[in-house]
C-alpha cells in the first residue's frame, strides 16, 4: 500500500502534462531579489576562487614563465649561465618557498611581541599604576 501511494501515475493526456509542468516550481523560482544577488554572489566568488586556484595549480607554466625571464635577464646582464642551474635554482626555490622559519630570540622578537600584546600591557600597567596610587594614597 505505501508502495502504490509512493509513485505517481503518468499522465493519459499531453494537456495534463502541460498542466502538471505548470504546476511544478523550480528551486529557487520564488526567490526575492536580494536572495536572489546573494545566489549571484556566491556564484561570483566561486567562479573567481575556481580561477585563482586553477592559477595555483599552473606550475609547469609558471616555472616555465620563470625560467625564461631568468634566462632573459642571465642574458641581459652577461652572466654565463646553463639551463640546468637555473632549473636547480627554481627547485631550490619552489621547495622552499612555502616553509616556515622561526624567528630568532632577541631584541627585535621582544619588541614585536611587545607590539602584539602593547594592549594588555598597557592595561597591566595602569592597573599597576591605579594599585599604586591606591596604596600610597590611602
Known amino acids: 500500500m505505501a508502495n502504490a501511494q509512493a509513485q505517481a501515475t503518468a499522465p493519459s493526456t499531453m494537456e495534463q502534462l502541460r498542466e502538471r509542468r505548470a504546476a511544478t516550481k523550480l528551486p529557487g523560482e520564488d526567490l526575492t531579489i536580494a536572495e536572489t544577488l546573494r545566489v549571484m554572489d556566491v556564484a561570483r566568488e566561486l567562479r573567481d576562487r575556481r580561477s585563482t586556484a586553477e592559477d595555483m ?58 607590539w602584539i600584546w602593547r594592549t594588555r600591557i598597557a592595561m597591566a600597567a595602569t592597573t599597576a599604576a591605579a594599585a599604586g596610587a591606591w596604596y600610597f594614597f590611602s
Do not use: W
Open 57 to 114: 595549480f599552473r606550475s609547469d607554466d609558471v616555472r616555465i614563465q620563470l625560467r625564461e625571464k631568468l634566462m632573459r635577464t642571465a642574458a641581459l646582464s652577461g652572466d654565463d649561465v646553463s639551463a640546468a642551474e637555473i632549473d636547480a635554482a627554481i627547485d631550490q626555490y619552489l621547495s622552499n618557498l612555502h616553509t616556515y622559519e622561526a624567528p630568532q630570540a632577541g631584541f627585535k622578537k621582544f619588541v614585536a611581541y611587545c
